[in-house]
């Protein structure tokens, strides 16, 4: 096994803001031979998060940031190869905090699960079927606690996230408005994603489309942006509404923090409630999510979409590319392991 290489991707140098291709390199590896109660993964799918910019920058995050020189830190599913350990065996599959890189030797504590959907495709455990579905369940159902009837408004409604969580308020009985980027994904919201309406943030007016397509106002917000949209739908905001913040694509840094209207005062006279999301909180809860997601999948009730690239040679341009909007659907790497 020692004579088996490994293509990784590492982490050359700290960003300010967004990675760009130029802070990663990607370098040729032994193998080690497994300690007693290790074993060997040939990763098969890596994943691209917009949370990674997040992961590599100096800033305070809510984790510590990849090492230089390290590999950078990713979650990938494959397939275990050999095997040391008795709870893992060859053969089964897996999904955890794995790396960008084509193999992986894990004692068990970077798994987050096997995945033992093997009726659905191994890169659903990735997205619909991993974190992204579990951010969109757990942060619509327990935060954004959606009653039938209510207006439940989405930013990156085509992204992995956001796609998932305006169709879970639809098995809520909710009514959606989904928020993208350009007619292709405004689009794609309406023709796959069954969001009721969808706004083209791009275009002009976006406070009098939301006025317009939300008259009783906004029930539930669902924010994966943060900046000049988020600030628009704060205006809109009903009484009692419940808003969840997911993440802050549209700012690049914030240090200095981003000059824009506040929203205390939307909170206190809708006596609205603003929840942070961080879909680690949930792991002990996770196998109900991903009982439940993958349910609605086989049952045709949640639609997916995936953008996948192949070759570890596009993982140093991906995260840029995913701040860029250049994916539609849920971003993914494949790799070939000779």
Not at 20 to 36: C, G, K, M, Y
Not at 201 to 226: H, I, M, Q, S, W
Not at 271 to 279: F, I, T
Request: aromatic residues 6%; neutral net charge.
């Amino acid at each position: 096994m020692a004579k088996m290489s490994n293509r990784q991707v590492l982490l050359s140098a700290r960003p300010n803001g967004i990675p760009q291709a130029e802070h990663f390199n990607i370098v040729e590896t032994p193998i080690p031979e497994l300690a007693d109660r290790e074993f060997l993964v040939r990763n098969e799918f890596l994943s691209v998060e917009p949370a990674m910019r997040g992961w590599v920058n100096a800033v305070g995050n809510y984790s510590t940031p990849v090492g230089i020189g390290d590999v950078m830190r990713a979650f990938a599913a494959g397939t275990i190869v050999a095997s040391r350990h008795p709870g893992y065996a060859e053969g089964d599959k897996v999904m955890g905090m794995l790396g960008w890189q084509q193999f992986a030797v894990s004692d068990g504590v970077s798994i987050t699960r096997k995945v033992a959907e093997s009726d659905l495709p191994l890169s659903l455990s990735l997205g619909v079927l991993g974190l992204n579905g579990a951010t969109a369940y757990f942060g619509l159902l327990d935060l954004g606690a959606p009653r039938p009837g209510d207006t439940v408004v989405v930013s990156t409604a085509a992204g992995a996230v956001g796609s998932a969580v305006g169709q879970i308020a639809k098995l809520m009985g909710c009514r959606t408005v989904g928020i993208a980027g350009g007619p292709t994904k405004t689009r794609l919201c309406l023709d796959e994603f069954a969001y009721d309406e969808a706004i083209d943030y791009k275009g002009d007016g976006l406070v009098e489309k939301l006025t317009a397509v939300c008259p009783r106002g906004v029930d539930v917000y669902f924010d994966n942006t943060a900046g000049a949209i988020s600030d628009a739908v704060y205006a809109k905001l009903a009484i009692g509404a419940r808003v969840v913040v997911c993440g802050t694509a549209s700012v690049s840094s914030w240090d200095p923090p981003p000059l824009g209207p506040r929203v205390e005062r939307h909170l206190l006279v809708k006596r609205a409630r603003m929840s942070g999301l961080l879909v680690f909180d949930y792991a002990h809860r996770l196998d109900e999510a991903i009982g439940r997601l993958a349910g609605w999948v086989r049952d045709g009730k949640l639609q997916y979409r995936e953008d996948i690239e192949d070759g570890i040679e596009r993982c140093p341009d991906a995260i840029a590319g995913l701040y860029r909007g250049e994916n539609l659907g849920k971003k993914l790497i494949r790799i070939h392991s000779g």
